[in-house]
């Protein structure tokens, strides 16, 4: 079955900090997609990235940045010079193949302080 | 691009009436909608698939005859939480699933439902 385990429940950190939000999944597939989600205290759910379990480049888009290492089954994602605004539950989603549902875990909490 | 729209954000309504909560995609198509709860301090439970001109899936555990699912068009679904009770008080979000070549979910704001 997939799985994902976010290890960290919550974490705090001070604004301007790095901060790396871990990501280790179980798969039997070999083809599949991950995904990174962002929900604020709003609620609604922000979509981060999607990564083809083919594509193993990092990936960066601004303050955020990606690690995927297929070799551990992690996808790892570090938010750079963090800002209160970065404060959410963040859900890596386990691994699915193309067009399956989505389920989420618990998700980690990450508070950045001023 | 991409988004997706809730109505109404919040309800509050009595125990045994219906509630319908709307979700749209506002600028594509979505031929799959999923609808998710969440309560306080919990993770999202996907609730049910929802498919344009079909029936809807339903996850282990939910009642379908409780929670009607109708995606009338490639651009709107609908649940009806029917005979509310207190305990159906929660956050309910939908999803649309972009489709063409991507299967990326985006999601809604988001509906807080909360039962007298």
């Known amino acids: 079955a997939q799985k994902v385990t976010q290890a960290q429940t919550e974490i705090s950190v001070v604004e301007k900090e790095d901060v790396t939000l871990d990501c280790v999944y179980e798969t039997r597939d070999t083809t599949y997609y991950l995904f990174w989600y962002k929900q604020p205290p709003s609620g609604e759910l922000v979509f981060l990235i999607r990564r083809n379990s083919f594509d193993e480049q990092n990936e960066i888009s601004g303050r955020y940045s990606w690690n995927f290492q297929k070799s551990t089954s992690s996808f790892n994602f570090t938010i750079t010079a963090s800002q209160v605004v970065d404060s959410a539950v963040y859900f890596c989603?386990?691994?699915?193949?193309?067009?399956?549902?989505?389920?989420f875990g618990a998700g980690t909490i990450l508070r950045v302080k001023s | 691009g991409a988004v997706v729209s809730q109505h109404p954000s919040w309800v509050i309504c009595k125990s045994g009436t219906s509630v319908k909560i709307e979700c749209r995609s506002l600028d594509f198509q979505a031929t799959t909608m999923f609808w998710y709860r969440q309560f306080p301090k919990q993770s999202l439970m996907l609730m049910a698939t929802?498919?344009?001109?079909?029936?809807?899936?339903?996850e282990q555990g939910v009642e379908k005859d409780k929670f009607l699912i109708n995606h009338a068009s490639l651009t709107l679904s609908t649940l009806t939480v029917t005979s509310a009770h207190p305990e159906d008080s929660s956050f309910y979000i939908c999803s649309a699933r972009l489709g063409g070549g991507t299967d990326t979910q985006y999601f809604g704001p988001g509906t807080r439902l909360t039962v007298l």
């Open positions: 929802s498919n344009e001109g079909s029936k809807a899936t339903y």
């Open positions: 989603a386990p691994p699915v193949l193309y067009g399956n549902k989505l389920v």
